[in-house]
């Protein structure tokens, strides 16, 4: 794939030094140069996700470049195309609220498909905050911690900070596990733990501790094995190793812990039954993935004037957006979105992106082509 990529670019660049070329047709052939490799290394990691989740008991790693930290923020965009999945999530969360009962519950797919925008919006939606307290966001990636060595201790340190627990707090907790090894260790006490087992043990108490009695929601989102956190949370029929994460979520006060993975038997392993498992699949709606695209393209077309273009009924054209740029020249430029045949667009746009929300706002992001179908785009 990349070699294909870099064969593709390069042939670009030496038609592109040609004199016959004209400069328009060298913009083209920059931005169809960029859009290939950009949207190559898309395919590549869907391929990628494809393999592991084939063998998802496989040690095989996986590439870490789209992994980005999230946040529990609403996005800037409106949030297209979840009605059904977005009901599904708030009725496992809402329903029965009086119950005590701890549940857990995974959300599946591929890299792109919306699995953390949907838990965005159920976690911001105004009925969960009034019934869970607290609510806590872990992006189990993260740009502070992604050097740590130990993945645990990082996600715990995380939550507990989230839960209002100091850093002086947490600085001690490593002390005290030194220091009881040390002490073990002078007085000749045989003591298998490691410092870290230690630590990790007082951190789940700590969490314990600080959500006992509260009805809580967790949402960890994209868990990958290299967190190291594999155990079933809800098994409460086997006893738990005293390092099992299960250990840090009471279970007696209608807790809630939400799953975000592309690793379907690694979220299997977390969460237990099949029936614990929602699937989120690419967009099946051509209309939604048009709005995600425009969404993230720009606005609706204007004439000279500021106004929204309209058609020659009289009524806005919804069909038509319009992004400005700075070029490399530093000229303002704008580009524009306007086919002529919107059905035959959009379908090319369904194709592209594979129903994947993330890829239509990508395809967004990159220059549209003027073509001989398209003349008004």
């Avoid at 140069?33 to 996986?62: E, H, Q």
């Avoid at 806590?136 to 507990?160: C, F, H, N, P």
């Avoid at 627990?165 to 220091?179: F, G, H, K, N």
Wanted: glycine share 6%; net charge negative.
């Amino acid at each position: 794939m990349e070699q294909e990529i870099k064969r593709h670019r390069d042939l670009v660049m030496a038609l592109a030094n040609k004199k016959r070329l004209s400069e328009i047709d060298k913009k083209l052939a920059m931005i169809e140069s960029t859009f290939k490799i950009n949207y190559g290394y898309w395919l590549k990691g869907m391929i990628d996700d494809s393999s592991s989740s084939a063998t998802p008991d496989s040690k095989v790693r996986r590439s870490k470049t789209s992994r980005v930290e999230t946040r529990p923020d609403l996005p800037e965009q409106p949030i297209r195309g979840f009605v059904n999945e977005s009901l599904f999530l708030k009725n496992f969360l809402l329903k029965g609220k009086g119950s005590e009962e701890f549940k857990t519950l995974a959300i599946v797919g591929k890299f792109g498909v919306g699995k953390t925008t949907l838990c965005q919006d159920v976690f911001n939606d105004k009925d969960v905050k009034e019934a869970y307290l607290p609510r806590v966001w872990v992006s189990m990636y993260s740009e502070e911690t992604r050097e740590e060595g130990d993945q645990k201790v990082a996600v715990l340190k995380r939550i507990l900070r989230s839960l209002g627990v100091e850093d002086e707090a947490l600085d001690s907790i490593r002390t005290e596990a030194d220091e009881e090894k040390r002490k073990n260790a002078e007085e000749g006490r045989r003591d298998e733990e490691t410092v870290k087992e230690k630590e990790l043990f007082r951190l789940l108490n700590a969490l314990n501790s600080n959500l006992f009695g509260k009805r809580y929601l967790i949402v960890l989102d994209d868990v990958w094995e290299d967190n190291e956190w594999s155990q079933r949370l809800d098994d409460e029929k086997k006893p738990q190793e005293k390092t099992h994460l299960s250990c840090g979520f009471p279970k007696g006060s209608g807790g809630r812990v939400i799953v975000t993975s592309r690793d379907e038997g690694l979220a299997k392993k977390i969460v237990g039954e099949e029936e614990n498992v929602q699937r989120l699949f690419p967009r099946s709606d051509v209309e939604s993935v048009w709005e995600i695209y425009k969404d993230a393209f720009g606005e609706p077309m204007k004439d000279e004037n500021g106004e929204v273009v309209k058609d020659a009924a009289g009524e806005p054209m919804k069909d038509a957006v319009e992004k400005h740029v700075i070029g490399d020249d530093g000229r303002p430029t704008k580009w524009v979105v306007n086919p002529r045949y919107p059905g035959r667009y959009k379908k090319e746009l369904m194709d592209k992106s594979g129903g994947v929300p993330w890829a239509a706002q990508m395809l967004a992001k990159i220059e549209p082509l003027k073509n001989d179908e398209d003349k008004d785009m």
